[in-house]
């Protein structure tokens, strides 16, 4: 079992910057692949950022140029670093884990970022 705890949401003004840690613990050896989810209200739950193990990131369209996803896998860490933040960025960012990006076996709890106009 893998557990993820996500950090670092908050409230910012647009434009400005947050950074979202996620820390796991547990059966980690196996985990190659973590990643960062959100969901606004009333829409779908979405992909944000992707890393595997090797360092092969994946983006969003919509946060291409100013999301920045990162990991340190001697700690067991991901990390989304937010800059330029608009409001449509409000949502409830969660980290995930995987053997492989897509499939994704453990979800951590979500941390609220809302962006204000």
């Known amino acids: 079992q893998v557990h993820l705890v996500a950090s670092g949401g908050g409230l910012v003004q647009a434009g400005g910057s947050l950074r979202l840690s996620c820390a796991a613990s547990g059966t980690i050896f196996n985990i190659r692949a973590m990643g960062w989810y959100r969901q606004a209200p009333g829409k779908q739950r979405e992909m944000v950022a992707t890393?595997?193990?090797?360092?092969?990131?994946n983006y969003a369209d919509s946060v291409k140029g100013r999301f920045t996803i990162s990991r340190d896998n001697g700690k067991s860490m991901v990390y989304l670093q937010m800059n330029s933040l608009k409001p449509e960025d409000t949502a409830v960012y969660s980290c995930?884990?995987?053997?492989?990006?897509?499939?994704?076996?453990?979800w951590g709890q979500g941390t609220q970022v809302t962006v204000s106009s």
């Open positions: 890393i595997t193990s090797g360092g092969s990131t």
């Open positions: 995930v884990a995987g053997v492989v990006v897509g499939n994704w076996r453990f």
